[in-house]
Each structure stands twice: as structure tokens, then as C-alpha cells.
């Protein structure tokens, strides 16, 4: 099961582009890279998922390199609203009994400042 | 759309009581998910379901137990409600199990075990 590893914490000012890079060294072969993004009291939300190369959405660009041991969420512009926590996520295909479906770790929390 | 739903928002129940938290889906999603969030910990998988009629373990099974007999609903039982399990809780679903697929959240139960 792939792990990942992203940052605690970043703090950003309005209107810049925010870089979050998540680590995933053993990341399989058929996993995807799905990003969440949590605000306070509500469930996770979906932003963008990725296999490898670049995905780009209306919210945000997902940045994966040819090994695909890492990816980095890219938020362009950011707004207070963009606060939140970002979860980075890598898939685990079922192929047995006792493997686990994707894996929350602890997040970043992005704090956009005015 | 509705979505997912989740019941009761909240609930304060006393230690050593029988609790169940329902959820309950209409996008006629194979796999459905709960976990528990706690502060400073992330999201953590309790059990997980890949398709109506199975469920398996996540990461934190203990004091929890699933059922799911019909595709839209999961309801997930604590049989004797200890402090620790006090948490907000989150249900998901995704189209399927397999590596890719985005998970739908729901608003959240948030549970105090006194």
C-alpha cells in the first residue's frame, strides 16, 4: 500500500500560485493520484486525479514526473476561500482479501492569508 | 441529486450504548466507505464495502461493524460506545473499488461518547 508524505502546513497571501508537493516512493503500477480538499465541518471534495504528465481542471493542475514517486497540487491565484486542508492520495487496486482502498494521510493545511 | 446523506448530524451518547450511524447513498455507487476523522490525525478507514453483500476491514476496524444489504445504504454500528470513539464521522462511495475512482463524502456525524 503507498504511502505518501506532504507537508504539515503551508501559509500563502492571496493571489499567488501555491505548490503543494506529496511524496509517494512506492506508488504501483496501476494507482492513480487523486487530490481532496477539506474545509472545516464538511466532508473532503474532490479536486483533481492524475495518472502521469500533467492534468490540468477549472481549480487546480496536478504535476506528476515520469517516475511518479511524487506529484505537486498546483493552485493558481489563491483566494481566502482556498483555506483548507489538501489530502494527497494514492490508489490501491483490490486484487485480495486484506488489501485496503485508498489512504487518507494527515493533509496540508493550506492558510491563505489577505 | 442528493448524494449522500448521513443521520444524526450529531449525537452525545453515554459509554457502553448501542449506536448506529446511517448512510445512505443515490448515485447507485457500488463501493461505499467509512471513516473517522479526529483532530491532528486525518482521515482514517474503518470499513469499507467494494459491492453490495461484502464489506472488509480498514485501518481502524475495532468497536465498529458494517452491513450492506442493498447497494444505496451502509449503516455502521458501534455495539458498545467507548470515549475513544469519539470522532466525526464521514461516509463515502465511489462508482467502484478499483484504483481511480473518485469518493463522494457526505456531511459528517459528529459523535461525543461521555
Known amino acids: 500500500l503507498a504511502k505518501t508524505t506532504q507537508p504539515i502546513s503551508m501559509d500563502s497571501y492571496e493571489g499567488q500560485e501555491v505548490n503543494i508537493t506529496c511524496s509517494h516512493n512506492?506508488?504501483?503500477?496501476?494507482?492513480?493520484i487523486t487530490w481532496y480538499q477539506q474545509f472545516p465541518s464538511q466532508g473532503p471534495r474532490f479536486i483533481i486525479q492524475?495518472?502521469?504528465t500533467k492534468v490540468t481542471n477549472e481549480v487546480a493542475s496536478l504535476f506528476i514526473p515520469a517516475d511518479r514517486k511524487s506529484s505537486t497540487l498546483s493552485l493558481p491565484r489563491v483566494s481566502l476561500s482556498d483555506t483548507a486542508v489538501y489530502y494527497c492520495l494514492v490508489g490501491g487496486t483490490f486484487w485480495n482479501s486484506g488489501n485496503t482502498p485508498l489512504v487518507f494521510g494527515k493533509g496540508t493545511r493550506l492558510s491563505v492569508i489577505a | 441529486i442528493a448524494g449522500i446523506t448521513q443521520a444524526p448530524t450529531s449525537q452525545i451518547l453515554a459509554a457502553g450504548r448501542r449506536m448506529t450511524l446511517r448512510c445512505t447513498q443515490d448515485?447507485?455507487?457500488?463501493?461505499m466507505y467509512w471513516y473517522r476523522q479526529d483532530l491532528g490525525l486525518g482521515l482514517r478507514l474503518i470499513h469499507y464495502?467494494?459491492?453490495?453483500?461484502?464489506?472488509g476491514k480498514g485501518e481502524v476496524p475495532d468497536g465498529y461493524s458494517v452491513s450492506r444489504a442493498n447497494t444505496d445504504d451502509f449503516p455502521l454500528t458501534l455495539a458498545s460506545a467507548v470515549p475513544s470513539q469519539t470522532s466525526v464521522y464521514f461516509c463515502?462511495?465511489?462508482?467502484?473499488?478499483?484504483?481511480?475512482?473518485?469518493?463522494?463524502f457526505g456531511p459528517g456525524t459528529r459523535l461525543l461518547v461521555l
Open positions: 448515485m447507485r455507487h457500488n463501493a
Open positions: 463515502a462511495s465511489s462508482e467502484s473499488w478499483t484504483s481511480g475512482n473518485t469518493q463522494y
Open positions: 492524475g495518472y502521469k
Open positions: 512506492n506508488i504501483a503500477t496501476n494507482d492513480y
Open positions: 464495502s467494494n459491492t453490495a453483500g461484502t464489506t
